[in-house]
T-cell receptor, first 112, second 111 residues
Framework: DVKVTQSSRYLVKRTGEKVFLECVQDMDHENMFWYRQDPGLGLRLIYF???????EKGDIPEGYSVSREKKERFSLILESASTNQTSMYLC???????????FGDGTRLSIL | TQLLEQSPQFLSIQEGENLTVYCNSS?????LQWYRQEPGEGPVLLVTVVTGGEVKKLKRLTFQFGDARKDSSLHITAAQPGDTGLYLC???????????FGAGTTVTVRA
């Protein structure tokens, strides 16, 4: 079974802090994704990566950056956290960009 | 606006009843995927439909892909409390390569 592991289930940070969310997958998938999930808005793509050191902006990249130094690891960075970034963050991986995605259990991030 | 519109947004039914969730778009998709997300967990793939008019069954769940490949539906027969969750449809439009998700339908099945 594909395993996508997100480093934290819950995280509380303060406005202005730099926040790192980590995600690791064990299936050698080329593609990895970061989404945020808010009630009534569904999953919105922040960034995705189709190869090591390669990244592409999703629908809502503002205020975020990503890093993919190794194939199995994809990090989401909030450069200077703001309260409107309080959300559920989901990481996913897939074999191809149009293939079914395997998700982690999410990180519920609160910015105070 | 969402590329994929799901309806209804919320559905609450009694155990044993049937329900249908809809996923509609004005775009054509090469395939559509359905996921279920339970509280505290990430979405899990239920099924992928690929051919226009295709019907797939997964125990009490029936998935249909519209003939024009612009819409899909999920029908649950004799719903059980274990069917409770957020149901998401997702697909890649023909003119794109990224998966888009609908906003989801929250289904609650009362015992």
């Amino acid at each position: 079974d594909v395993k996508v592991t997100q480093s934290s289930r819950y995280l509380v940070k303060r406005t202005g802090e730099k926040v790192f969310l980590e995600c690791v997958q064990d299936m050698d998938h080329e593609n990895m994704f970061w989404y945020r999930q808010d009630p009534g808005l569904g999953l919105r793509l922040i960034y995705f990566s189709y190869d090591v050191k390669m990244k592409e902006k999703g629908d809502i990249p503002e205020g975020y950056s990503v890093s993919r130094e190794k194939k199995e690891r994809f990090s989401l960075i909030l450069e200077s956290a703001s309260t409107n970034q309080t959300s559920m963050y989901l990481c996913a991986s897939s074999l191809g960009s149009d293939q079914p995605q395997h998700f982690g259990d999410g990180t519920r991030l609160s910015i105070l | 606006t969402q590329l994929l519109e799901q309806s209804p947004q919320f559905l609450s039914i009694q155990e044993g009843e049937n329900l249908t969730v809809y996923c509609n778009s004005s775009s054509v998709f090469s395939s559509l995927q359905w996921y279920r997300q339970e509280p505290g967990e990430g979405p899990v793939l239920l099924v992928t439909v690929v051919t226009g008019g295709e019907v797939k069954k997964l125990k009490r769940l029936t998935f249909q892909f519209g003939d024009a490949r612009k819409d899909s539906s999920l029908h649950i027969t004799a719903a059980q409390p274990g069917d409770t969750g957020l149901y998401l449809c997702a697909g890649v439009p023909l003119n794109d390569y990224k998966l888009s998700f609908g906003a989801g339908t929250t289904v609650t099945v009362r015992a």
